[in-house]
């Protein structure tokens, strides 16, 4: 598969074959994502020779952003990004990354030294995609800044303040609590996509953990409560598993009314499906 990867952005990138070479398995790294038996991306460096030196063409196929290493919109990433018609490119180090979310949901990247017009076009060709018959199918994204703004509205009400430390594309979102101008402890909440892992576990690190019976708008649903060891900054989390997205809620300050996160990781507006 490798080996076609490499054809097909030679189309775009180099049609004469003066600089990539073909793929080489005893030259050219590749990266594999695998989970319980299924490939969730795939991926190699193909060499780009050219008369002075030889490069790296790199391409990535991934069954979703989770499975993608990209920085822009992470916190503290030094990534100069910006939006395309067809995707999304990072400049770093150089490097000009080029991500393309094909209709499939499926996230196909292709960086080098090379013009970001033409490694766009690569990335967004349909042919450069995941093998086999049933590859793991990624939810729809969420949108960072609607998540962020929406548990602000459920998880602080009037009196009390929360001032945004940070805001990832996960998305993850942290910040420091307040109550009359007080500051209370870190509250967090992020959402983490059920495909690849990011269902309820209790790990060694939670003093605790209980499954709770809540009613959410007239129906009960199970969430997960865990409280945390003084490590991991102490304080309780909570977690529901939807269909789609594991979404939770963390204080460091035990004293967070947990209502209020029960109704906000439960809300359907976190399970978009495709």
């Not at 008369?51 to 990535?60: C, G, I, L, S």
Request: charged letters at 25%; one cysteine or more.
């Amino acid at each position: 598969m490798l080996d076609y990867y490499n054809d097909v952005v030679a189309e775009h990138l180099d049609s004469m074959r003066d600089h990539l070479r073909e793929f080489d398995p005893s030259l050219d790294a590749r990266t594999i994502a695998r989970r319980s038996g299924r490939l969730f991306a795939l991926g190699s460096s193909y060499r780009w020779a050219t008369a002075k030196d030889t490069d790296d063409v790199r391409v990535r196929v991934a069954s979703g952003w989770d499975q993608v290493p990209w920085g822009c919109g992470a916190p503290g990433s030094d990534w100069v990004c910006h939006p395309t018609a067809d995707g999304e490119v990072g400049v770093h180090d150089g490097v000009v990354e080029a991500a393309v979310e094909h209709d499939d949901g499926q996230v196909v990247v292709v960086a080098g030294t090379l013009p970001e017009a033409d490694l766009v076009t690569a990335a967004g060709d349909e042919r450069l995609i995941l093998p086999g018959d049933t590859p793991p199918v990624s939810p729809p994204t969420l949108d960072p800044e609607t998540f962020a703004s929406s548990g602000e509205a459920a998880l602080i009400p009037a009196g009390e303040s929360f001032a945004r430390t940070s805001l990832s594309r996960a998305p993850a979102v942290r910040g420091t609590w307040a109550v009359d101008g007080i500051d209370r402890g870190t509250l967090s909440w992020s959402a983490a996509p059920i495909y690849s892992g990011g269902g309820w576990s209790c790990l060694k690190g939670y003093r605790t953990c209980v499954d709770l019976q809540v009613e959410v708008d007239g129906e009960t649903v199970t969430v997960h409560l865990a409280r945390l060891r003084p490590r991991l900054g102490g304080g309780w989390l909570v977690q529901y598993d939807g269909p789609s997205y594991a979404v939770r809620v963390a204080s460091t300050d035990r004293t967070f009314p947990k209502k209020r996160a029960f109704g906000f990781v439960t809300d359907d507006a976190w399970q978009p499906v495709r």
